[in-house]
């Protein structure tokens, strides 16, 4: 069992700015968590966090590309490891959207 928590919209006020994502490894898993967000249009890879343990959070977020204003739906991956071997045990992923203001 896996428990994933996200904003289901993550706004910026621009291309460049941080937006508040709540991503969040909630004390309940014991696996350790990476977040990589795609855009559903392109597949492009828009953010990828690091290593996130149980009982931990991200709060903002930077785009690793300046998107122009608009509205993109996207998918945000989170891929689960086992904390002592760091091997992959599993993923799920959740809906998105990114709303870049101007």
Excluded: C, H, W
Aim: no cysteine; net charge negative; aromatic share 8%.
């Amino acid at each position: 069992m896996l428990n994933i928590s996200i904003a289901s919209l993550i706004e910026f006020e621009n291309g460049e700015s941080e937006g508040t994502a709540y991503i969040e490894n909630v004390p309940s898993n014991r696996y350790v968590l990476r977040v990589t967000i795609k855009l559903d249009s392109t597949g492009e890879v828009v953010y990828q966090s690091g290593g996130l343990r149980p009982d931990s959070y991200i709060e903002k977020i930077k785009l690793s590309q300046d998107l122009p204003a608009g509205s993109y739906p996207a998918t945000a991956t989170f891929v689960a490891y086992d904390p002592d071997t760091l091997e992959e045990v599993g993923q799920t992923s959740a809906r998105i959207t990114l709303q870049v203001n101007s």
